[in-house]
């Protein structure tokens, strides 16, 4: 088992782009989570899935940012008309069921809007 | 709405030091704590995991405390080591929810 991967690590775009995350959990793991951290911070929830239903989600998530998790499995991250204060790390964690369930982080996809 | 609080928010200590750091958070009603590690650049590594149920969880020369009712925890590190500089950075769940809210982090540095 490889862990959680995250894709790109890095992404410098230009104001206005779209960009997409790509996270593929740990397999097996039928949690999935999105959360976004800035510098000096802790990271800020931002929705979370089980199997491929979107459960919650956070009011950070404005209407430029959707995910999705087809079938279950590896889940995206869409930033529509990025702008400056996107820049961030952004976190894919993965967890089995369970109630003493231990949640597992991706590396990170850093971004940087330009 | 929880609030989760570290202190402090930076740490230097000489190498074999024992160590304390601080989190706490306003609502009493969590489900679980955990404690993680963040390497700079890098994601999170789960450390301990304290249930609600639950007043400790100790893993080698890590500590972890929970006192549910004074909104409290906190991570004890024996004989600290130049390796175990890092950000430590501590989350609640709330029993209503699986999302973990954070608090900032505490900065250690152990210095050789």
């Known amino acids: 088992d490889t862990g959680v991967s995250q894709d790109p690590r890095h992404k410098i775009t230009k104001r206005g782009q779209n960009v997409t995350f790509r996270c593929d959990p740990i397999s097996e793991h039928n949690r999935l989570y999105w959360y976004r951290q800035t510098l000096g911070q802790g990271p800020e929830f931002l929705t979370y899935f089980q199997n491929e239903a979107q459960l919650e989600k956070s009011r950070l998530l404005s209407d430029r940012f959707s995910a999705e998790r087809p079938k279950g499995s590896f889940s995206t991250l869409e930033i529509q008309r990025t702008e400056q204060g996107d820049s961030a790390m952004y976190l894919c964690?993965?967890?089995?069921?369970?109630?003493?369930?231990?949640?597992?982080f991706g590396e990170g996809s850093w971004l940087t809007v330009v | 709405k929880q609030e989760v609080t570290q202190i402090p928010a930076a740490l230097s200590v000489p190498e074999g030091e024992n160590l304390v750091l601080n989190c706490s958070f306003t609502?009493?009603?969590?489900?679980?704590l955990q404690w993680f590690r963040q390497d700079p650049g890098k994601g999170l590594t789960s450390l301990l995991l304290?249930?609600?149920?639950?007043r400790e969880q100790t893993s080698g020369r890590l500590n972890a405390s929970l006192d549910k009712s004074s909104g409290r925890s906190t991570l004890y590190i024996a004989a600290s080591q130049p390796g175990d500089s890092a950000t430590y950075l501590c989350?609640?769940?709330?029993?209503?929810?699986?999302?973990?809210?954070f608090g900032s982090g505490t900065r250690l540095l152990v210095r050789p």
């Open positions: 304290i249930q609600s149920s639950q």
């Open positions: 989350a609640v769940r709330m029993d209503s929810s699986y999302k973990l809210i």
């Open positions: 964690a993965s967890s089995w069921g369970g109630d003493a369930n231990t949640i597992y």
């Open positions: 609502d009493s009603a969590i489900y679980n």
